[in-house]
Structure formats: structure tokens, C-alpha cells
């Protein structure tokens, strides 16, 4: 993995966000996909957060996908609570697979930064405890990765697909 340290300058101090690529996965620029992570921390107070997020490929989300979840084949997003039992603190790792986003975002008229901030945005949703389980709660979800998104800075669609992302506790 290629390791890179990003954070917003203006996020609160007790927020840390990493970013980290998958040898030959495509980088891009991760600041929209952080300030997009901040957003949704911002909106959901919490006393301190650490969360880490991987960008790979295909291959190695499929892998994780069928070893934690069961499921065959590449997902978009993974999201894994890290956090201790009892910890107010936000603590995980959320795995989204850069070769869906590029294609998804082609698919979509979307730019990657966009797609994959969609991804992280999903998976941080589900390590504050948001489930997407049943149409309602998808419904929730959608609502709250669009408000994030426009906060952002980017344009959200009312009509997107919704990540398939699954979390992992």
C-alpha cells in the first residue's frame, strides 16, 4: 500500500483521517473524499474520530468481501468498526474498491473524486450506526449521503444508486 496522511486543515483536531492506495490502483486527488468524510463527522458529533480509508482494487475487495461477509465478487465499499466495546470515539477502516468507482462514475456522467467520496461517505455512515437494511433506512441513508455530498461541495443526484456497501462489525 502507497501511504498518504490527509486532513482538513479546518477540520476540529480530534478528527483524523488517512488515506492509503493499493499498489497499481489509480490515485487521485483524496481531498474532496476527506472533506466529504469531515462533513459527514461534522454532522453527527462524536468526541473523537479515527478512521482509515484504503483505496484498492477489484481483486482485493472481492477477497475481503467473501472472507468477512460471505459474498463472492468486488463490492464498492466496505466499512469495518475498529472501535474498543463502549467507545464513544469513531475508530475504523473503510475499504473502497477504486476500479468500481471508475466505472461507475463513467457509467454515471460522475467524476471519480465524486463516486469515491460517495463510497466513503457510505461507509462512514454505517460506522455512526446507520443501517440500510430496509427500504426506510436506505431511504435515510440516500437522504443524508446527498445533504453530506452538497456540503461538500459537490453535486449530489437524487437519482443515484445507492453504494452496495455491507458493514462489518
Not at 501511504?3 to 477540520?11: I, L, T
Amino acid at each position: 500500500m502507497q501511504s498518504a496522511r490527509h486532513s482538513d486543515a479546518a477540520g476540529p483536531a480530534n478528527i483524523e483521517v488517512t488515506v492509503a492506495w493499493e499498489n497499481g490502483v489509480p490515485s487521485f486527488d483524496p481531498a474532496p473524499l476527506v472533506r466529504a468524510v469531515h462533513v459527514a463527522l461534522d454532522l453527527h458529533p462524536c468526541p473523537a474520530a479515527r478512521l482509515h480509508i484504503a483505496l484498492v482494487g477489484d481483486a482485493r475487495i472481492a477477497e475481503l468481501n467473501l472472507r468477512f461477509l460471505g459474498h463472492e465478487g468486488p463490492t464498492d465499499v466496505l466499512s469495518f468498526d475498529m472501535r474498543d466495546s463502549g467507545s464513544q470515539a469513531i475508530e475504523g477502516e473503510i475499504v473502497v474498491s477504486c476500479e468500481t468507482a471508475i466505472r461507475e462514475a463513467a457509467a454515471r456522467s460522475k467524476s471519480v473524486d465524486h463516486e469515491a467520496a460517495l463510497y466513503a461517505v457510505h461507509g462512514t455512515l454505517h460506522l455512526l450506526g446507520y443501517d440500510d437494511g430496509s427500504p426506510e433506512q436506505a431511504s435515510t441513508m440516500r437522504r443524508l449521503q446527498d445533504e453530506i455530498l452538497r456540503r461538500a461541495g459537490m453535486k449530489s443526484d437524487p437519482e443515484e444508486r445507492p453504494p452496495t456497501q455491507a458493514s462489518c462489525n
